[in-house]
T-cell receptor, first 115, second 111 residues
Framework: DGGITQSPKYLFRKEGQNVTLSCEQNLNHDAMYWYRQDPGQGLRLIYYSQIVNDFQKGDIAEGYSVSREKKESFPLTVTSAQKNPTAFYLC??????????????FGDGTRLSIL | GEDVEQSLFLSVREGDSSVINCTYTDSSSTYLYWYKQEPGAGLQLLTYIFSNMDMKQDQRLTVLLNKKDKHLSLRIADTQTGDSAIYFCAESILGYSTLTFGKGTMLLVSP
């Protein structure tokens, strides 16, 4: 079945450590997105990529980094510069199509906590 | 900039109708989406509507759009306990793939 796979489901980070969250999709979508969800805050956009080897900052990119070397994969690294990384992280993908907006489809999320 | 607002909480009894409301900011061409999130899970797309439509119906779900007031609603008929979840309204502007989300409405359905 086609879908978006995020791993791991739960992740723990020590102080000063970088961690990488995985997002893989087999929907043949060009665009991929990373969101952060905090209780009562809704979803906030971290980074997005419309095409391989290109990505743009979202509203809260500081302390995060991404890469887009393959169409299927869009990993997110939470760096030690992110001082409050505890949150639920959601990856999404869509088909960007000129003249219409295709809906985004989401993975099941990764919950990141500080040790 | 874009902004999407929703009421935070709604409680209904099983079998009643639920109406979740959302307001959005000015956009000449806008897509509006409803997503459902169950505890510990990702977001599930329920339905979406383009701003040149007034209504869209899909089984138990009815979306109403009032463009003048920039008001969107999601009506769930015959609400079931399995409908208990957080419902997010989201907006995108034509030609841009990014979404702006509201903070979500928690729907609690009691037996």
């Amino acid at each position: 079945d086609g879908g978006i796979t995020q791993s791991p489901k739960y992740l723990f980070r020590k102080e000063g450590q970088n961690v990488t969250l995985s997002c893989e999709q087999n929907l043949n979508h060009d665009a991929m997105y990373w969101y952060r969800q905090d209780p009562g805050q809704g979803l906030r956009l971290i980074y997005y990529s419309q095409i391989v080897n290109d990505f743009q900052k979202g509203d809260i990119a500081e302390g995060y980094s991404v890469s887009r070397e393959k169409k299927e994969s869009f990993p997110l690294t939470v760096t030690s510069a992110q001082k409050n990384p505890t949150a639920f992280y959601l990856c999404a993908s869509s088909i960007p199509r000129q003249g219409s907006n295709q809906p985004q489809h989401f993975g099941d999320g990764t919950r990141l906590s500080i040790l | 900039g874009e902004d999407v607002e929703q009421s935070l909480f709604l409680s209904v009894r099983e079998g009643d109708s639920s109406v979740i409301n959302c307001t959005y900011t000015d956009s000449s061409s806008t897509y509006l989406y409803w997503y459902k999130q169950e505890p510990g899970a990702g977001l599930q797309l329920l339905t979406y509507i383009f701003s040149n439509m007034d209504m869209k119906q899909d089984q138990r779900l009815t979306v109403l759009l009032n463009k003048k007031d920039k008001h969107l609603s999601l009506r769930i008929a015959d609400t079931q306990t399995g409908d208990s979840a957080i419902y997010f309204c989201a907006e995108s502007i034509l030609g841009y793939s990014t979404l702006t989300f509201g903070k979500g409405t928690m729907l609690l359905v009691s037996p």
